[in-house]
């Protein structure tokens, strides 16, 4: 008999006290289940975590293994101190919250949402389980009572059979900052339900070169070792040789893909080996899903792909066949070719669709898309690290949640070609939910008649994520060389505090104009949108600017008394154009700093 459920239970959550002095108590109202669920009970409860921090969990059950229910759980709050929210998606817009989404699955975002006061502290976060399967957070705000309403959505994808299945969602109220809000649910999915991210290996957080935007598909092996040369002069330790190496086709489409064979880059080995001797570490770009309709191995996967469209097809992970053909592929490459490393990319396309059969059968081990995908990663990830057990695998957004830090170490940020803003605000979106997974840039990149300070600015709008870049260095005027040889050299000198310090990014909805990390000695800040920053820095810390307003000055401000400091400036040029003592009270501070130049100040004592 088919039943519909509506289930509410009444969630008491913290109080939080707010700067205007009064005590406000977001509290979910009318937490439901709403849907048909049909031969299974549904049922909600709940337990505190600690103060502000609570947990429901959600079950279905049912006496013999049947198709899951779509349903959803519902809620709503005040919408009181709140001007802002965060999402693990790509979106820049962080400020309008008329409507607020996120679509997560195992290879698709994240199962998160936040809500944020104007002074960057956390007022609501909302977490998910289960990031395996399809989840969808929905919320916004209503303008009759000017309330937050929120839905997450369970099995809005048709999955196979299944008798009992659980997820928590994790309610936190607290009042911190949201980047220790969004740190504590990477933290819960890690050590609360055993997604346990890959180690990452140090070369995973070293400069890196790419070819993609350089070199697109017209590689050639000498170019490509003279590249390397260059690169590893200005401070590179890795090339990641992108798309184009495995075929001779350059229509930038995947018709020829699916071989593996390198009709291009015919001497690999050797190739990888003269790299190696610059003590450089290769990396191989595979787009995994993608079987081209010229292919050779076309015909053979024939019934085993997902859906076929356009000039390829999308493989079915559930077939074990499949599986062993990827796998091989890549561990063949790393044994054969001595490669240090992969770029596994378009994962995210292991989707079903309306038209999939998902059940066992006909030669299918798994009934499950996204099963046989985490098996697929998994086994993928065992066999890599076998061979090489510092393997280094990058993973691109949007294939950046919690079960992906299980397979990879790298997190690149997705293409935005010479778009610094964006490539800041993946980068930062990255870093804040990543933990110690190694975060890359996207691939930063210029024009060479691009000014020294504007060219600049599109490494440093991502100085706190590994840097990777990808200009033609054979091409590139004497200045440009010398503005990244400066830059990228203060990185490697600082990677410690940058990569590992305390992170803070201001004013997500302002597309975070000032980003910070502190370490022990050290405090660095980037300067974006505004020439200002509020400082507290330690008794002894030394406090590096970088001044990326395109503005000529800085303005910085500290609550304490600084004492006599060393005061130096440089150009992006690494030109040292003062370097002064002087005694810095408490207060405000207006200081000259070349734009994409760097000052520091370092106490005396």
Same mark, same amino acid.
């Given at each position: 008999?088919?039943?519909?459920?509506?289930?509410?239970?009444?969630?008491?959550?913290?109080?939080?006290?707010?700067?205007?002095?009064?005590?406000?108590?977001?509290?979910?109202?009318?937490?439901?289940?709403?849907?048909?669920?049909?031969?299974?009970?549904?049922?909600?409860?709940?337990?505190?975590?600690?103060?502000?921090?609570?947990?429901?969990?959600?079950?279905?059950?049912?006496?013999?293994?049947?198709?899951?229910?779509?349903?959803?759980?519902?809620?709503?709050?005040?919408?009181?101190?709140?001007?802002?929210?965060?999402?693990?998606?790509?979106?820049?817009?962080?400020?309008?919250?008329?409507?607020?989404?996120?679509?997560?699955?195992?290879?698709?975002?994240?199962?998160?949402?936040?809500?944020?006061?104007?002074?960057?502290?956390?007022?609501?976060?909302?977490?998910?389980?289960?990031?395996?399967?399809?989840?969808?957070?929905?919320?916004?705000?209503?303008?009759?009572?000017?309330?937050?309403?929120?839905?997450?959505?369970?099995?809005?994808?048709?999955?196979?059979?299944?008798?009992?299945?659980?997820?928590?969602?994790?309610?936190?109220?607290?009042?911190?900052?949201?980047?220790?809000?969004?740190?504590?649910?990477?933290?819960?999915?890690?050590?609360?339900?055993?997604?346990?991210?890959?180690?990452?290996?140090?070369?995973?957080?070293?400069?890196?070169?790419?070819?993609?935007?350089?070199?697109?598909?017209?590689?050639?092996?000498?170019?490509?070792?003279?590249?390397?040369?260059?690169?590893?002069?200005?401070?590179?330790?890795?090339?990641?040789?992108?798309?184009?190496?495995?075929?001779?086709?350059?229509?930038?489409?995947?018709?020829?893909?699916?071989?593996?064979?390198?009709?291009?880059?015919?001497?690999?080995?050797?190739?990888?080996?003269?790299?190696?001797?610059?003590?450089?570490?290769?990396?191989?770009?595979?787009?995994?899903?993608?079987?081209?309709?010229?292919?050779?191995?076309?015909?053979?996967?024939?019934?085993?792909?997902?859906?076929?469209?356009?000039?390829?097809?999308?493989?079915?992970?559930?077939?074990?066949?499949?599986?062993?053909?990827?796998?091989?592929?890549?561990?063949?490459?790393?044994?054969?070719?001595?490669?240090?490393?992969?770029?596994?990319?378009?994962?995210?396309?292991?989707?079903?669709?309306?038209?999939?059969?998902?059940?066992?059968?006909?030669?299918?081990?798994?009934?499950?898309?996204?099963?046989?995908?985490?098996?697929?990663?998994?086994?993928?990830?065992?066999?890599?690290?076998?061979?090489?057990?510092?393997?280094?695998?990058?993973?691109?957004?949007?294939?950046?949640?919690?079960?992906?830090?299980?397979?990879?170490?790298?997190?690149?940020? =997705? &293409?935005?070609?010479?778009? @610094?803003?964006?490539? *800041? !605000?993946? %980068?930062?979106?990255?870093?804040?939910? #990543?933990?110690?997974?190694?975060?890359?840039?996207?691939?930063?990149?210029?024009?060479?008649?691009?000014?020294?300070?504007?060219?600049?600015?599109?490494?440093?709008?991502?100085?706190?994520?590994?840097?990777?870049?990808?200009?033609?260095?054979?091409?590139?005027?004497?200045?440009?060389?010398?503005?990244?040889?400066?830059?990228?050299?203060?990185?490697?000198?600082?990677?410690?505090?940058?990569?590992?310090?305390?992170?803070?990014?201001?004013?997500?909805?302002?597309?975070?104009?000032?980003?910070?990390?502190?370490?022990?000695?050290?405090?660095?800040?980037?300067?974006?949108?505004?020439?200002?920053?509020?400082?507290?820095?330690?008794?002894?810390?030394?406090?590096?600017?970088?001044?990326?307003?395109?503005?000529?000055?800085?303005?910085?401000? =500290? &609550?304490?008394?600084?004492? @006599?400091?060393?005061? *130096? !400036?440089? %150009?992006?040029?690494?030109?040292?154009? #003062?370097?002064?003592?002087?005694?810095?009270?408490?207060?405000?501070?207006?200081?000259?700093?070349?734009?994409?130049?760097?000052?520091?100040?370092?106490?005396?004592?």
């Amino acid at each position: 008999m088919m039943k519909t459920l509506l289930t509410t239970l009444t969630l008491l959550v913290c109080s939080l006290s707010l700067s205007l002095a009064r005590t406000v108590e977001l509290t979910p109202e009318n937490l439901e289940i709403r849907g048909e669920t049909g031969p299974f009970e549904a049922t909600l409860s709940t337990r505190e975590e600690e103060p502000g921090v609570q947990i429901v969990t959600v079950k279905l059950q049912a006496d013999e293994p049947a198709k899951p229910p779509k349903f959803t759980v519902t809620w709503n709050i005040p919408s009181v101190d709140i001007q802002g929210f965060w999402l693990p998606t790509t979106k820049v817009d962080k400020a309008t919250y008329y409507t607020i989404n996120v679509t997560s699955r195992a290879a698709t975002y994240a199962p998160v949402v936040n809500l944020h006061s104007v002074a960057d502290r956390n007022r609501f976060t909302v977490a998910v389980s289960e990031a395996l399967r399809k989840v969808n957070l929905r919320g916004g705000v209503r303008e009759e009572d000017a309330r937050f309403y929120f839905s997450a959505t369970f099995f809005d994808e048709d999955e196979a059979d299944l008798d009992e299945w659980s997820a928590e969602i994790r309610f936190d109220t607290r009042d911190i900052a949201y980047e220790e809000a969004l740190a504590g649910v990477s933290s819960w999915w890690a050590e609360d339900h055993g997604m346990t991210p890959l180690a990452v290996p140090d070369a995973a957080r070293r400069p890196m070169y790419s070819t993609w935007y350089a070199f697109h598909q017209k590689l050639e092996e000498d170019e490509l070792v003279a590249e390397c040369r260059k690169a590893k002069e200005l401070g590179f330790d890795a090339i990641i040789i992108d798309d184009g190496w495995q075929t001779l086709d350059s229509q930038r489409g995947y018709a020829y893909t699916g071989d593996w064979k390198p009709e291009r880059l015919t001497r690999m080995g050797e190739m990888v080996e003269q790299i190696h001797d610059l003590e450089m570490k290769v990396l191989l770009w595979y787009s995994v899903p993608f079987v081209g309709k010229k292919s050779e191995n076309f015909s053979r996967f024939k019934g085993k792909y997902l859906r076929e469209g356009g000039d390829s097809g999308i493989l079915d992970p559930r077939y074990p066949e499949v599986r062993a053909f990827l796998i091989d592929t890549y561990a063949d490459a790393v044994k054969d070719w001595n490669l240090d490393g992969l770029k596994l990319d378009f994962i995210g396309l292991f989707q079903a669709s309306s038209s999939t059969d998902l059940t066992l059968g006909d030669g299918r081990d798994y009934a499950s898309v996204n099963e046989a995908l985490d098996r697929l990663m998994t086994d993928i990830t065992v066999e890599l690290k076998a061979i090489r057990p510092d393997i280094l695998l990058e993973f691109r957004q949007n294939y950046i949640g919690p079960l992906m830090r299980e397979y990879g170490n790298m997190f690149r940020a =997705s &293409d935005c070609p010479n778009m @610094a803003v964006v490539n *800041r !605000v993946r %980068t930062v979106d990255l870093r804040l939910l #990543s933990g110690d997974t190694a975060v890359h840039s996207d691939m930063y990149m210029w024009n060479g008649e691009e000014t020294i300070e504007a060219a600049a600015a599109q490494l440093l709008n991502v100085i706190f994520s590994v840097p990777q870049l990808s200009v033609r260095l054979d091409t590139l005027p004497k200045e440009h060389h010398e503005m990244v040889r400066f830059w990228t050299s203060y990185w490697n000198d600082n990677r410690e505090v940058l990569l590992d310090g305390k992170f803070s990014a201001q004013r997500p909805g302002a597309n975070y104009p000032v980003v910070y990390a502190t370490g022990e000695k050290k405090l660095i800040a980037a300067l974006y949108e505004t020439p200002f920053v509020d400082l507290s820095p330690e008794q002894g810390q030394t406090v590096d600017l970088i001044n990326a307003t395109g503005e000529d000055f800085v303005t910085f401000k =500290s &609550d304490r008394d600084l004492g @006599a400091c060393r005061v *130096r !400036v440089w %150009t992006p040029l690494g030109e040292e154009v #003062s370097d002064e003592e002087m005694t810095l009270s408490a207060g405000v501070h207006a200081l000259d700093v070349p734009s994409s130049g760097l000052l520091s100040i370092e106490p005396k004592n």
